[in-house]
């Protein structure tokens, strides 16, 4: 009805009333559903210049290969890029949010976004849901106060790190950056570097696959490589097709049912208005 | 006025059907820094003049032209303080209208949400009219638009328009001088003409 110019406090967070109820089926013996966690391998790192991030483009449901060829590196702010792993859904709409309020953030300041500004907003974000927004990402960026590289984890916790992994694939990826992470890397070497932690992840883990995205942000300038490295191309066996010819397969039996019509047409007067 | 003893209560109709406070908004309106806008064939330009109160005011610390989105610009006449809050409020709209539909909010709606805004409030208990006009510019898939937001909630396109002080003579300047297939650079032009026409007064 009437609305005045008062900020209210938002009523945000978890709804905790049914947990009670969940407990006293639990105990009934009903199964909580489960939901689908997509496996990942996604990394970042600092070089001399700014931040590369990288991930693979598997996203998976299960056993099955949802989508072949999916995008995990969110934007967040020209100068800021957010990979994400953990359930898709939450990952997509956390890092959207976020942009989105940078965004305002940035009109309202008039300058350019912070990467702590973006860390901060998300895992407040991820707190107050208590760990259920199952959304674990890398968030790189460079600002004014030089490049930032940053591991967010479900719960809200933080990491500050010159190179980080996530995802089911990260102790894959891990392996190659704890033998070969040297401070100072030029671009090409670390593009090489990361390429060569995503592979290892989608060659050496079932949740990672398909192609190497890469995303590179310096001071002033982001260059998004979508698909850089294609190590999977599908392969097909017959370029001209299948052509099954009549014969080649043997009949065991035949029955032949003519269909009879079943339908009558009746005559019937028109519809009364 | 014959009307004085109706415009105490803002929610209420005069005999004459006017909302009499809606009227004084205008007037703080009119008597505001001239605002102009001209749309051209490839863009639009919006111009108002900086006039501080003194020398010693930071020049760089007042802002009398907003962008609320990328390609959204808005130039006020009236209560500096007003508009700030209503360029806040289009702000969001234009982020929540991206958050649910992927597309830039295009500049015909972003206009209707923010006249809804100063519609509600001339239709709201305890609150008061917004005391500005707004100018909005935005370049858009329909092409460059230019819209003027009233107090009272209602919105107009214009091909060029004035607003605040000294607006009758600008408007006949810009009627004679506007052309259809004006370029951004003769519509810049224009406008800085326009507004030291009225620089003296």
């Known amino acids: 009805m009437v609305k005045t110019s008062i900020n209210a406090p938002t009523k945000g967070g978890f709804n905790f009333d049914l947990c009670q109820r969940n407990e006293m089926l639990l105990k009934k013996g009903m199964q909580l559903p489960t939901f689908r966690k997509t496996g990942t391998t996604i990394v970042g790192i600092v070089f001399q210049d700014g931040v590369i991030l990288g991930a693979d483009t598997r996203a998976t449901e299960g056993p099955i290969v949802a989508d072949k060829n999916c995008e995990k590196i969110h934007y967040m702010a020209p100068n800021i890029y957010c990979c994400g792993a953990g359930t898709a859904a939450d990952t997509e709409a956390v890092t959207d949010m976020v942009s989105s309020q940078l965004q305002l953030h940035c009109y309202a300041t008039g300058r350019e976004s912070r990467v702590v500004t973006a860390l901060t907003l998300l895992k407040s974000h991820l707190f107050s849901y208590q760990g259920h927004v199952s959304a674990a990402l890398v968030l790189g960026g460079v600002d004014i106060s030089g490049p930032h590289l940053h591991t967010v984890y479900p719960h809200g916790s933080t990491d500050t790190l010159p190179f980080a992994t996530m995802g089911s694939g990260s102790l894959a990826a891990m392996a190659v950056f704890e033998s070969k992470f040297r401070e100072g890397l030029t671009k090409d070497e670390g593009i090489q570097l990361l390429c060569e932690a995503i592979c290892s992840g989608i060659f050496n883990d079932l949740g990672s696959g398909s192609n190497v995205d890469v995303c590179i942000i310096t001071k002033g300038h982001t260059e998004y490589l979508r698909n850089h490295q294609l190590p999977n191309p599908r392969t097909y066996v017959s370029s001209r097709g299948y052509n099954f010819v009549k014969g080649h397969t043997e009949v065991l039996s035949t029955k032949i049912t003519p269909l009879k019509s079943k339908a009558e047409a009746a005559l019937v007067d028109a519809m009364e208005e | ?201």
């Open chain 2, 1 to 201: 006025m014959g009307d004085s003893q109706y415009s105490f209560s803002l929610t209420t109709f005069s005999p004459s059907g006017k909302l009499v406070q809606i009227e004084h908004a205008l007037m703080a309106v009119g008597s505001g820094q001239t605002s102009l806008g001209i749309k051209a064939a490839n863009g639009v330009v919006i111009a108002t003049e900086k006039k501080l109160p003194s020398i010693l005011v930071d020049e760089t610390s007042v802002q009398k032209i907003q962008l609320m989105t990328t390609n959204i610009g808005v130039v006020y006449s009236g209560m500096g303080p007003d508009s700030r809050v209503l360029v806040r409020k289009s702000r969001k709209q234009a982020q929540q209208y991206y958050r649910l539909y992927k597309e830039p909010i295009p500049v015909t709606q972003l206009v209707r949400e923010t006249a809804a805004v100063m519609q509600e409030f001339t239709q709201s208990g305890g609150v008061r009219p917004f005391g500005v006009s707004l100018l909005v510019a935005g370049y858009d898939d329909n092409g460059p638009q230019l819209f003027q937001v009233d107090p009272s909630g209602s919105y107009f396109s214009w091909k060029a328009s004035a607003m605040g002080k000294n607006v009758s003579n600008a408007k006949t300047f810009l009627e004679k001088r506007y052309t259809d297939d004006m370029e951004l650079d003769d519509a810049v032009h224009t406008a800085i003409l326009t507004l030291k026409e009225g620089y003296f007064l």
